[in-house]
Structure formats: C-alpha cells, structure tokens
C-alpha cells in the first residue's frame, strides 16, 4: 500500500485546512485508515480514523473541529476547522489491512499561527 497526503499549509489561528490522502496498492485488504500527528519533541498520536464501515474515532482535542472521511476506497480527507496553534504538526496517513499492518506514507506540515 502506497499512501500520499497533501493539503497541508499555513494558516491563521480559526483558520481551516482540508486534508487528502490517495492510497494505491494493496487497497481491498484495507479496513482502517487514519490521521496521525507528531509536533516537534512530543510522540506521533492519533487525531483520527475511519473504519470500512464508516464507523469514526477522533482524539478529545479535536472533537467537534475536525472531520474524517473515505469517500472512497482510495482517498482519506481530513476537513480541519477552527484550527488552533496547539493543531500544529506533521500530519501523516495512516492505512491498516486485515492483518494489522501499518502503512504510512510522507507527512504533511500544518502550522498554525496565533
């Protein structure tokens, strides 16, 4: 499974910014996808991830700002609003298959200003 995001930027604290991801390779065997984040000195987290089913998971800080969505088998966005300087990260897509192995692809840097 091959993943790249884009859609990253800078942007003004209650700013928003759309995330994309296009996954190729491997997709059928897919049955959760996801958005992580690392800022600098601190461990990558999740933000959030969707199942096949639609079923969707997001982290406290970010309830009720962001948005995930697979509108298709091949694509993973990341609709992020209100966004705050505490948002600022690399952001990296994230794909697990039916045998729990993880894919990552090359993150996308969001900075956020305040």
């Known amino acids: 499974v091959q993943l790249q995001a884009s859609g990253g930027g800078s942007v003004q604290a209650g700013g928003s910014l759309r995330l994309s991801c296009a996954a190729s390779?491997?997709?059928?065997?897919?049955?959760?996808m996801g958005w992580y984040r690392q800022a600098p000195g601190k461990q990558r987290e999740l933000v959030a991830s969707i199942t096949t089913q639609g079923i969707t998971n997001y982290v406290d800080a970010v309830k009720g700002r962001f948005t995930i969505s697979r509108p298709n088998a091949k694509t993973l966005f990341l609709q992020m609003d209100s966004l705050k300087s505490e948002d600022t990260a690399m952001y990296y897509c994230n794909a697990r298959n039916v045998f729990t192995r993880d894919y990552w692809g090359p993150g996308t840097q969001v900075t956020v200003s305040s």
């Open positions: 390779g491997g997709i059928p065997a897919i049955n959760l």
